[in-house]
């Protein structure tokens, strides 16, 4: 009986998950009421990261899920109460007289002329998300006004079958409806305050908790920063094969440019050189040209500078190897390879008739997507202002922690077991090569400079002979240098 009795207890408690809409809706739901990621995490008590990633593909479980499932059904009927409302007003106002006003278009919106960013465009231009033709461009991409137009919404343009729905391209806010930026709270003063307060002022056992969370709470301010912002980052796109791990300990195909050179020799007599580190390499990698909506396939040699995204190339000749590293980084092999958007604008510019260093790359095929620099600007933005007021405050906690949360950030972007939140492994390649870029152009700089170049290595190690001070300023500023050591070789 006992026995029995067990089970029949099992069976009085057990009970079916509470079902979830798609995770399309999910989020439609919640942006239809303009509440924030930020707000809704408040209220079901987790963090803004976390209600990203049910909107982008993971489900919750437990007694969050019921919460979560009483949110979603409660907006449901209020947005029904509310349409029917405006259905019922528009039926008696369509039954009076006709008034001027403003002519909509024919998409059935009224021109918007009060946003200096949008324009109408003389003729049809492929959307910059979903490739159909477009009336208007906004920030200088063709896009339709509309969500409802735009094939990246629905099911108009084909798509490959293991992408979800919900997970296609970047969703555009329309114009007329776009949240005004908000201030964008101090989260990493506040989390370096409470941090220290729990730990009573200790300063190690604070950093190395800050550290600890750097992931989690990047993500945080991640979401904050696109308060207000004309794209909304889709967490967990479609990725083509050559963007995946070719096995579990493997790689991708995505080759990053990482410099690894040294001067094979140097002219006779004893030279004193100064080993420069370049601040904040990954901080300022942040700002470059990031694929918007669903990478798209393209063959031929030809470069849309409007887009960005990973390109195989056979990459050019380098007959400068003995003063200046190849921009295409240590690399054994011949033939071509898939690179990233910021490695090939870094060859197509020295390749150009304004240096003329090398021919110019040959593309054979591409994956893009409409481009901008300034997706992740206000994020860069909060952490180097963070970054600098630590430096100016001798704020070594500081310092560590936002260091931590935009290497971790970057780092963990692709395939990872630390950051669930987002996996954008297109990204991380493009802010990795664009700091292997950063590196390589200054390494140019000083040789322009009349500096005789060293060693280029990684993002922040630059070796050189001569007076850098008139070359670089020196300093802890993300534009500066620091000296990392000074060393001589040769005999006098």
Not at 68 to 79: M, S
Not at 87 to 108: H, I, L, M, N, V
Request: overall charge negative; charged content about 25%; hydrophobic content about 35%.
């Amino acid at each position: 009986m006992t026995d029995f009795g067990a089970i029949d207890a099992l069976l009085a408690g057990a009970k079916k998950e509470v079902p979830l809409p798609s995770t399309e809706e999910r989020r439609t739901l919640r942006e239809e009421l303009n509440l924030s990621r930020a707000q809704l995490a408040q209220a079901l008590g987790v963090s803004p990261s976390t209600v990203g990633g049910w909107e982008s593909g993971r489900d919750p479980s437990g007694e969050v899920r019921e919460k979560y499932a009483y949110f979603l059904e409660g907006a449901r009927t209020k947005l029904a109460a509310e349409a029917a409302e405006e259905t019922a007003a528009e039926g008696s106002a369509s039954s009076g007289s006709d008034s001027p006003g403003d002519t909509p278009d024919d998409t059935g919106q009224a021109e918007d002329s009060g946003d200096d960013d949008v324009d109408v465009l003389t003729a049809p231009q492929p959307c910059v998300l979903c490739g159909e033709p477009a009336r208007h461009q906004v920030a200088g991409f063709p896009q339709h006004l509309d969500p409802a137009e735009c094939g990246s919404a629905g099911a108009a343009q084909p798509q490959p079958q293991s992408q979800p729905q919900s997970e296609r391209g970047v969703r555009v806010v329309p114009v007329g409806r776009r949240l005004q930026t908000a201030d964008t709270p101090d989260l990493i003063g506040t989390a370096v305050a409470s941090a220290l307060a729990e730990h009573s002022g200790d300063v190690e056992s604070a950093t190395k908790d800050l550290v600890k969370r750097a992931i989690p709470d990047a993500m945080a301010l991640l979401d904050h920063s696109r308060t207000g912002g004309r794209y909304d980052v889709v967490a967990h796109p479609w990725m083509p094969d050559v963007l995946r791990k070719q096995s579990s300990r493997g790689a991708d195909q995505i080759w990053e440019a990482r410099p690894k050179w040294s001067r094979s020799e140097l002219p006779a007599g004893k030279h004193e050189i100064t080993a420069l580190d370049v601040n904040g390499a990954y901080l300022s990698a942040l700002k470059t040209h990031l694929p918007l909506g669903q990478l798209e396939h393209s063959t031929g040699n030809h470069h849309d500078r409007r887009r960005a995204g990973i390109h195989l190339i056979t990459p050019p000749d380098w007959e400068h190897d003995a003063y200046l590293p190849n921009p295409i980084g240590s690399r054994d092999e011949p033939g071509p390879l898939w690179v990233t958007e910021s490695t090939l604008r870094l060859l197509l510019r020295v390749s150009g008739p304004k240096y003329g260093l090398c021919d110019p790359p040959e593309i054979h095929e591409s994956w893009t997507s409409g481009a901008t620099e300034g997706l992740l600007e206000k994020f860069r933005i909060a952490l180097k202002d963070a970054r600098d007021r630590a430096i100016a405050d001798n704020d070594d906690v500081t310092l560590e922690y936002v260091k931590a949360m935009y290497s971790k950030f970057v780092s963990t972007m692709g395939e990872s077991n630390y950051n669930r939140e987002l996996y954008r492994t297109d990204w991380m390649h493009l802010i990795r090569s664009q700091a292997f870029a950063n590196l390589w152009w200054k390494a140019h700089r000083a040789y322009d400079e009349g500096l005789m170049v060293v060693r280029a290595m990684g993002t922040d190690e630059l070796h050189v002979i001569g007076d850098w001070r008139a070359v670089f300023a020196e300093g802890r500023g993300v534009t500066e240098v620091k000296v990392k050591d000074v060393y001589t070789v040769g005999a006098g």
